[in-house]
């Protein structure tokens, strides 16, 4: 998983945070769940999506004044976010955009 993703983005090592132990309960449920003929990342990988979309939306030319990450997470907050982790596929939909003002 790590080796397929740091080959496709020249700054991906700053996507990952400390190695952990891999006792850990993982924060990022959704990273195990299995696609047909895909394997499970390892147990001690922790991908920061925020950095990683960060760092894409500036690299695609978005100034970084004007990108606004939250700190909230969906399966924390299932009174104010959808969270498909935490309350399952029938619990609604998120979704983002991005404009350009003319």
């Not at 990342?41 to 970084?64: C, E, T, W, Y």
């Not at 004044?65 to 029938?90: M, Q, W």
Request: aromatic letters at 8%; charged letters at 20%; glycine letters at 6%.
């Amino acid at each position: 998983f790590v080796t397929k993703f740091t080959a496709q983005f020249a700054d991906a090592a700053d996507y990952f945070d400390e190695p952990r132990s891999g006792e850990e309960p993982n924060p990022l449920q959704w990273l195990n769940m299995k696609p047909p003929g895909h394997q499970p990342p390892p147990k001690n990988v922790h991908l920061d999506l925020r950095k990683a979309n960060r760092s894409q939306l500036i690299a695609a030319g978005l100034l970084a004044k004007n990108i606004y990450v939250s700190d909230l997470c969906t399966a924390c907050h299932t009174g104010l976010l959808f969270s498909h982790r935490r309350e399952g596929p029938l619990s609604g939909r998120l979704m983002s955009a991005i404009g350009q003002r003319q």
